[in-house]
C-alpha cells in the first residue's frame, strides 16, 4: 500500500470515529490529507471503498499478528500462546484506538454487501482460530462445547474493550488482563467440563461463505433457462434479478419473492432459494 494510501485510510478513521461515518464527507477528509478530492477518488471509488480498505488494513494486520505468534511460539504451552494472542488484541486496541472506537461504539456497516460480506468472512475466521487456539489448549474433552467457548472467549475479550472505549481514563495493561482471562476461560473450562446440558450453538454455526451478487445473477439466468418452470417461478426470479441489479436492493421484496420459490420440486431453484436467503441476511 502506497504512503498517500495510507494517510488518507488513517485521516478517514479519525475522522469517522470523531464524527461518524455518516457525517463526514469525502470532501473533508480529502481536506484533511492536504489533497483535492479528484485526487481522493484516485484511489477510491466511493467511501463505502475506502471504509473496506480501512477494514482490510487494520483488521488485516490483527490477523496475520495472531497468526505470526502462533508460528514464533511453536512448541511452547498452547495455553501460553492463547494468552499471548489475547494480550496482541489488546495492543492493537492502543495501537488502532480510533478504528477500535468505529467499531465498537457506530454500526458502520452501511447496506454494501461488499463490505457485509468482508464482516462475514472475518468473523468466521476469528472463530476458527479461537476454536483452534481453545482445542489445542484444553484438550478434546471441550471439543463438544468449543463453539458455545468461543463465543463467550471473544464476548469477554469485546466487553472489555467496550468498557474501556467509554471509560477513556481506565488503563488496563495487555498481559495483566490476558492472564486475568484466561483463568476466566479455565473456570468456564472447569464448569462446562462437568455440565449435563447441551451445547446452545452447533459445531457448524456460520453458513457457508454467501455467494456475492455477480454469481448470484448468473445462477438465477441458468435456473430460468429450464423452460419447464412455472410462470410464477419465473416472474418471481425476475423481479429478485432486477432487485439484485440496484445498488440498494428492497429487501422485503426480495423476501416476498423468495416465498414464491419454497415447496418446488426443483432443485436448483431451491438452492438458489437458499443462496439468495443468506446473501439478503448478511
Same mark, same amino acid.
Do not use: W
Given at each position: 500500500?502506497?504512503?498517500?494510501?495510507?494517510? =488518507? =485510510?488513517?485521516? /478517514?478513521?479519525?475522522? +469517522?470515529?470523531?464524527?461518524? @461515518?455518516?457525517?463526514?464527507?469525502?470532501?473533508?477528509?480529502?481536506?484533511e490529507?492536504?489533497?483535492s478530492?479528484?485526487? +481522493?477518488?484516485?484511489? @477510491?471509488?466511493?467511501?463505502?471503498?475506502?471504509l473496506?480498505?480501512?477494514? &482490510?488494513?487494520? %483488521?488485516?494486520?490483527?490477523?496475520?499478528?495472531?497468526? !505470526? %505468534?502462533?508460528?514464533?511460539?511453536?512448541?511452547?504451552?498452547?495455553?501460553?500462546?492463547?494468552?499471548?494472542?489475547?494480550?496482541?488484541? *489488546?495492543? !492493537?486496541?492502543?495501537?488502532?484506538?480510533? +478504528?477500535?472506537?468505529?467499531?465498537?461504539?457506530?454500526? %458502520?456497516?452501511?447496506?454494501?454487501?461488499?463490505?457485509?460480506?468482508? @464482516?462475514?468472512?472475518?468473523?468466521?475466521?476469528?472463530?476458527?482460530?479461537?476454536?483452534?487456539?481453545?482445542?489445542?489448549?484444553?484438550?478434546?474433552?471441550i471439543?463438544?462445547?468449543?463453539?458455545?467457548?468461543?463465543?463467550?472467549?471473544?464476548?469477554?475479550?469485546?466487553?472489555?474493550?467496550?468498557?474501556?472505549?467509554?471509560?477513556?481514563?481506565?488503563? %488496563? $495493561?495487555?498481559e495483566?488482563?490476558?492472564? *486475568?482471562? =484466561? &483463568?476466566?476461560?479455565?473456570?468456564?473450562?472447569?464448569?462446562?467440563?462437568?455440565?449435563?446440558?447441551?451445547?446452545i450453538? /452447533?459445531?457448524?454455526? *456460520?453458513?457457508?461463505?454467501p455467494?456475492?451478487?455477480?454469481?448470484?445473477?448468473? $445462477?438465477i439466468?441458468?435456473?430460468?433457462?429450464?423452460?419447464?418452470?412455472? &410462470? $410464477?417461478?419465473?416472474? /418471481?426470479?425476475?423481479? =429478485?434479478? &432486477?432487485?439484485?441489479?440496484?445498488?440498494?436492493?428492497?429487501?422485503?421484496?426480495?423476501?416476498?419473492?423468495? /416465498?414464491?420459490?419454497?415447496?418446488?420440486?426443483?432443485?436448483?431453484?431451491?438452492?438458489?432459494?437458499?443462496?439468495?436467503?443468506? *446473501?439478503?441476511?448478511?
Amino acid at each position: 500500500m502506497n504512503e498517500k494510501k495510507e494517510r =488518507i =485510510i488513517k485521516t /478517514s478513521i479519525r475522522l +469517522f470515529a470523531k464524527k461518524g @461515518f455518516a457525517a463526514t464527507t469525502i470532501q473533508e477528509i480529502a481536506s484533511e490529507c492536504g489533497i483535492s478530492k479528484g485526487a +481522493f477518488y484516485l484511489h @477510491f471509488k466511493s467511501k463505502e471503498a475506502l471504509l473496506l480498505s480501512a477494514c &482490510e488494513y487494520y %483488521i488485516g494486520m490483527s490477523m496475520t499478528k495472531m497468526k !505470526d %505468534i502462533e508460528e514464533d511460539l511453536a512448541g511452547k504451552p498452547p495455553k501460553e500462546v492463547l494468552k499471548k494472542q489475547i494480550g496482541a488484541q *489488546f495492543e !492493537d486496541f492502543r495501537d488502532h484506538k480510533d +478504528f477500535i472506537v468505529l467499531l465498537l461504539t457506530e454500526n %458502520i456497516i452501511p447496506e454494501n454487501q461488499e463490505i457485509k460480506q468482508y @464482516f462475514y468472512k472475518v468473523t468466521m475466521e476469528t472463530d476458527k482460530l479461537y476454536r483452534n487456539a481453545l482445542l489445542v489448549s484444553y484438550g478434546e474433552g471441550i471439543e463438544r462445547y468449543v463453539a458455545d467457548l468461543s463465543i463467550m472467549a471473544r464476548g469477554i475479550v469485546h466487553s472489555y474493550m467496550n468498557v474501556m472505549v467509554f471509560n477513556g481514563e481506565l488503563n %488496563i $495493561d495487555a498481559e495483566e488482563i490476558s492472564a *486475568f482471562i =484466561i &483463568e476466566r476461560l479455565d473456570d468456564l473450562v472447569q464448569g462446562l467440563s462437568r455440565s449435563a446440558l447441551n451445547p446452545i450453538v /452447533s459445531k457448524d454455526i *456460520f453458513n457457508p461463505m454467501p455467494a456475492g451478487k455477480g454469481q448470484l445473477l448468473e $445462477d438465477i439466468q441458468k435456473v430460468k433457462e429450464n423452460s419447464t418452470l412455472p &410462470e $410464477d417461478i419465473t416472474v /418471481s426470479l425476475d423481479v =429478485i434479478e &432486477e432487485e439484485l441489479t440496484q445498488d440498494k436492493p428492497r429487501k422485503p421484496i426480495i423476501k416476498g419473492m423468495l /416465498s414464491n420459490l419454497t415447496g418446488t420440486n426443483d432443485k436448483e431453484v431451491e438452492r438458489l432459494r437458499a443462496l439468495i436467503s443468506v *446473501f439478503i441476511s448478511i
